[in-house]
């Protein structure tokens, strides 16, 4: 479904890192993070290292089935999946923002693995453009590059209030990105009963 090139009278930007769709019926904005080929790289060859490692943990937990053996092998089980879920990720994951059903649902997905970050649409304020050094932003990309499941809310290009904590959004949206994804956002929000002014003192995130 296309979308409209200007959003309260800001233009889409030509090069962008987001896409605008609809999904059941909801606006949304998709976000494509930078797919890092070092990382990738990396994490490759770590699956190659645990797949060879495998093999001697099937050995040991053959040769002695007890509980150390036992707790080993799901130790290990658990490398695996955690590798997979970062190389997923790097390859296909996506982050979307939108609103529905007076909440700001911020989701996380690749194949298999996902997390979905949920906000009292009333109880946001102040949606801004993130102003974060460039350090920051470099760390952000770094960490959350690699395992966006774990964690979200500490980097992003687009930030808001809840309470008193203020939330960064838009994780691997680029700067430039910010003044139409936080326009778009205001738009939003405001069918929900939220404001981008000062507002409600309380809030609270769930996960899922």
């Given at each position: 479904?296309?979308?409209?090139?200007?959003?309260?009278?800001?233009?889409?930007?030509?090069?962008?890192?987001?896409?605008?769709?609809?999904?059941?019926?909801?606006?949304?904005?998709?976000?494509?993070?930078?797919?890092?080929?070092?990382?990738?790289?990396?994490?490759?060859?770590?699956?190659?290292?645990?797949?060879?490692?495998?093999?001697?943990?099937?050995?040991?937990?053959?040769?002695?089935?007890?509980?150390?053996?036992?707790?080993?092998?799901?130790?290990?089980?658990?490398?695996?999946?955690?590798?997979?879920?970062?190389?997923?990720?790097?390859?296909?994951?996506?982050?979307?923002?939108?609103?529905?059903?007076?909440?700001?649902?911020?989701?996380?997905?690749?194949?298999?693995?996902?997390?979905?970050?949920?906000?009292?649409?009333?109880?946001?304020?102040?949606?801004?453009?993130?102003?974060?050094?460039?350090?920051a932003?470099?760390?952000?990309?770094?960490?959350y590059?690699?395992?966006?499941?774990?964690?979200?809310?500490?980097?992003?290009?687009?930030?808001?209030?809840?309470?008193?904590?203020?939330?960064?959004?838009?994780?691997?949206?680029?700067?430039?990105?910010?003044?139409y994804?936080?326009?778009?956002?205001?738009?939003?929000?405001?069918?929900?009963?939220?404001?981008?002014?000062?507002?409600?003192?309380?809030?609270?995130?769930?996960?899922?």
């Amino acid at each position: 479904m296309n979308m409209p090139d200007l959003q309260g009278g800001i233009a889409l930007p030509a090069i962008r890192r987001f896409v605008l769709e609809s999904e059941d019926g909801v606006q949304q904005i998709r976000i494509l993070p930078p797919r890092k080929w070092y990382l990738i790289l990396q994490i490759s060859l770590g699956l190659v290292g645990w797949l060879v490692g495998f093999g001697f943990v099937v050995m040991i937990a053959t040769r002695d089935a007890g509980v150390p053996a036992i707790i080993f092998m799901l130790i290990w089980g658990g490398m695996g999946i955690y590798l997979a879920a970062l190389l997923t990720w790097q390859m296909v994951g996506t982050e979307t923002i939108r609103v529905v059903r007076g909440e700001l649902e911020i989701r996380y997905r690749s194949p298999g693995f996902g997390k979905t970050w949920l906000y009292p649409a009333s109880q946001i304020t102040n949606v801004a453009i993130a102003l974060q050094s460039n350090l920051a932003d470099r760390y952000g990309q770094l960490q959350y590059a690699a395992r966006p499941h774990i964690a979200a809310g500490r980097f992003g290009a687009v930030s808001f209030d809840l309470g008193s904590r203020t939330i960064f959004i838009a994780t691997y949206a680029d700067r430039a990105d910010g003044p139409y994804i936080v326009s778009w956002l205001q738009a939003q929000l405001l069918p929900a009963g939220s404001a981008s002014g000062p507002g409600a003192n309380s809030g609270h995130a769930v996960v899922r």
